[in-house]
């Protein structure tokens, strides 16, 4: 027998514990039944019809009906000689409830019915519980939020935000971050999901270039303002990133401006990031300056053109070639994703001892 009382206390509980409306958590299992009734009762093309009246404690089940003089679909029509006062193409409601519950039927439908609701309670919490992160951060697409560590361990990462749990995916976490129950970090809301027929999605990063960016905003109010601009950022997370910036106003130093006094603002965000090391460039209209800076910290003696209009070559002494590459390339080829162009890197012999003094 389906328990009615029992149903309500737990929806009540359930409401409760996972801050969901009663209302939807009571649409949810009425789905639910309304499945079940289908799959061992009647008909998958039927339009069925179930409502859980707590007041009464009782659950009503109807079957609509198109009024036709032709029945060609008995599952969603019915003649209009079974049926009075009503016309041709009227919907109709046939109540089925008595018969689904009477005697010889009410515990095995009790107990379908449950089981059914079960699974689609804990399958619909988790797609509620989705919906309801979407809408915290549907209208913080690449915004930066600062979040507390509810757990970290083995690989997992999950953040409190607002009384919801947020994972913090596998592929967005940098392995040099430090994360600890209990400690708080910023991260990137850098995806937002939302498919007819699909659970919706945010996905939360700690990886992506833009991150970068939106933390410097935090400690350089000259952004915000409009007086630096970040024009682009490329990252090798947890190693590198390098950035271009820019001024309208002749009498600021972008670069400067984000490093800050004694260098304080850029210590800040490399704080932010567990360490690491951030390069900023000037973004002027002398591209072979540009690519010089990009390359930092590397001293490069010139650049020229090279077999195409996206090369150049970079020139610098000998001594120099394991900072201009970097590690695994790593240097050049970050300085060669932010100005656009394919750099080679080549040594110039020099008075060697002369040049390094």
Known sequence: MLDIKKIEAAITMIAAEKKIPKERLTEIIEAALKTAYKKDYGNRDEEVNVKLNFEEEKIEIAIEKTVVKVVENPALEIDIKEVEGFDEWDIVEIDVTDEVMNEENAESFGRIASQAARQVIIQKIGETEKEKIYDLFKDSLWELVAMKIDIAEGGKVLFEYKDNKIPLPRAEQVSRDNYVAGGRMYVLVADLQKEENKAPRVTLSRKRPELVAK??????????????????????????????????????????????????????????????????VPNIDDAQEVIKKALSPAKVLKVIPGDNEDHVIAYIAEWERARAVGKWGLNVNLASELTGYTISIEEMKSEKKEEEK
């Open 215 to 280: 933390i410097f905003e935090e400690f350089v109010p000259e952004i915000e303002e409009g007086i630096v601009s970040i024009d682009k950022v490329v990252r090798q997370a947890w190693v590198k990133t390098k950035m271009l910036v820019s001024t309208t106003f002749p009498e600021i130093d972008p670069v400067w401006t984000l490093i800050g006094q004694k260098w304080i603002r850029v210590k800040q965000v490399m704080d932010e990031l567990f360490g690491e090391k951030i390069d900023i």
